[in-house]
């Protein structure tokens, strides 16, 4: 009676050792990893859920580590400064698909400040575009304002 208790015992004691010693189960599973907390509540949530069951926070932009993406954000390649001619020359055309609502100021009807927001757009253009816009990479960057500075010419009658 007494030996099989011990047994038992010393059984259980084997197997909880050899899982944490050893490792056959991953960590993150003994300690919840299918568990993840709200950022914004502090509430439980399943690993894969997209939004908090509580407050409707989503769960998954906060797993995303913000830092990468600010420093993406802050960080202007040195290449892609420069005038740009097709803001220069397009303007708003230029700034709606790029997502420079900033352009829009042309529309104000006021003498001159279409035409100092096209010098500041030829100006900032490549600043903003960068910003504003995802891009694959420089390359297709400035691929993709060379052929609007084309259509601006173009446009201008140059
Ligand atoms: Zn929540």
């Not at 038992?8 to 993840?36: K, R």
């Not at 439980?44 to 600010?70: D, M």
């Amino acid at each position: 009676m007494v030996r099989g208790k011990g047994g038992a015992a010393e059984l259980g004691t084997i197997c909880e050792g050899s899982l944490g010693e050893h490792g056959f189960i991953p960590v993150s599973l003994l300690e919840g990893g299918h568990t993840m907390y709200c950022p914004k509540c502090g509430s439980e949530n399943t690993e894969q859920a997209l939004f908090c069951a509580k407050c409707g926070a989503s769960l998954k932009a906060a797993s995303k580590p913000s830092r990468v993406l600010f420093g993406e954000r802050a960080q202007i390649p040195p290449e892609i400064r420069g005038w740009n001619w097709g803001a220069f020359f397009l303007g708003w055309i230029w700034g709606v698909s790029h997502r420079v609502w900033v352009s829009l100021l042309q529309f104000i009807p006021i003498p001159l400040v279409g035409i100092i927001m096209a010098f500041v757009l030829g100006v900032k253009g490549n600043e903003w575009a960068w910003d504003s816009r995802k891009w694959d990479n420089v390359g297709h960057f400035k691929k993709t304002q060379r052929n609007w500075a084309y259509a601006g010419f173009a446009a201008a009658g140059v």
